[in-house]
């Protein structure tokens, strides 16, 4: 039996095997008060998989959520003003 193998190496470049471009950079910048926030929201959801959810629990989750939205409205607000700076 034998090995099956390329004869040449790939001549194009993979679209997963390079580093992410300045401008996506910008944008994970962008919006990372927004994943910060979701990552605080899970957390706080991850603690209560395992068992009912005690008062403070609740009161984290709500503020984690209330997080999130401020998070989102802040951004949406900002790429608003953005087109309309640019518009002006």
């Avoid at 959520?65 to 953005?82: P, T």
């Amino acid at each position: 039996m034998s090995n099956i193998a390329a004869l040449q190496a790939a001549v194009t470049v993979d679209g997963f095997d390079r580093e992410p471009t300045a401008a996506e950079l910008d944008a994970i910048e962008t919006e990372m008060p927004v994943i910060l926030a979701r990552v605080e929201l899970l957390d706080a959801e991850i603690v209560t998989l395992d068992r009912t959810p005690s008062e403070l629990d609740q009161r984290r989750i709500r503020r984690a959520r209330r997080r999130v939205l401020a998070a989102r409205r802040e951004l949406a607000n900002r790429a608003v003003a953005v087109r309309e700076g640019d518009a002006a």
